[in-house]
């Protein structure tokens, strides 16, 4: 290997740290907000219920984070390439998506938790539990659908182009859902970190499908 190469792969490895420093800087993060934001309904709970509720609010905002890592993996950012390259980037997307199912699963079953479970009445003020019921079977069955692809009756193009759109949804049903279910995020810091989360995850999104449609390779 010559000294070149060397370098560059000391480099590589420098800035692959840096960036998984931000990683998990950025689930750090997302982790705090139920313990320095408390919403309102986690102050009225008590014991077992308030754990299960803000372990339940913890699941739900690593989601968001997650959401974010897996429209990065497929970015093609150049500099993400660089220091990992396109393939281990792929393997982690689909990695990173069953960890999103289990942590779907999982979110629900917490914050229903801490109210023994008891059901929403049809009232237009649980608007935002509704969303994130549809959220729920969306992003499940947007996962299977990713995981048993070969299975589908369609072609690989245009499944993809479902599955890029379906991403659209679920962006913006989950955006919708964590801005308006929690009190936490009607203002201040949360409100301001989720909207610049969702500005960056935006400028991902334009960036995969400006490359769709203009074929670009790089």
């Not at 609010?57 to 970015?75: D, E, H, I």
Request: overall charge positive; hydrophobic content about 50%; aromatic content about 12%.
């Amino acid at each position: 290997m010559s000294s070149e190469q060397g370098k560059r792969n000391t480099l590589n490895m420098v800035q692959g740290g840096l960036c998984l420093c931000l990683a998990v800087l950025m689930l750090a993060g997302a982790w705090s907000l139920p313990f320095l934001y408390e919403s309102t309904s986690i102050l009225y709970k008590f014991g077992m219920d308030k754990v299960l509720l803000r372990s339940g609010k913890v699941m739900g905002l690593t989601v968001g984070v997650l959401l974010f890592f897996q429209l990065t993996a497929v970015s093609h950012l150049a500099f993400l390439e660089r220091i990992f390259s396109r393939t281990p980037l792929l393997h982690f997307h689909q990695n990173n998506g069953l960890g999103l199912t289990l942590l779907i699963l999982i979110h629900p079953l917490l914050i229903r938790g801490a109210d023994n479970f008891a059901s929403y009445h049809l009232e237009k003020k649980y608007w935002p539990e509704f969303i994130g019921a549809a959220l729920f079977l969306l992003l499940i069955l947007f996962v299977l659908s990713a995981r048993f692809r070969a299975r589908l009756p369609l072609k690989y193009q245009t499944w993809l182009r479902v599955h890029r759109l379906g991403a659209v949804i679920i962006l913006g049903l989950f955006f919708i859902h964590l801005l308006f279910v929690s009190d936490t995020f009607h203002g201040g810091l949360p409100r301001s970190l989720a909207l610049a989360l969702g500005g960056a995850e935006t400028f991902l999104l334009i960036k995969i499908f400006s490359r769709a449609l203009f074929g670009s390779n790089k």
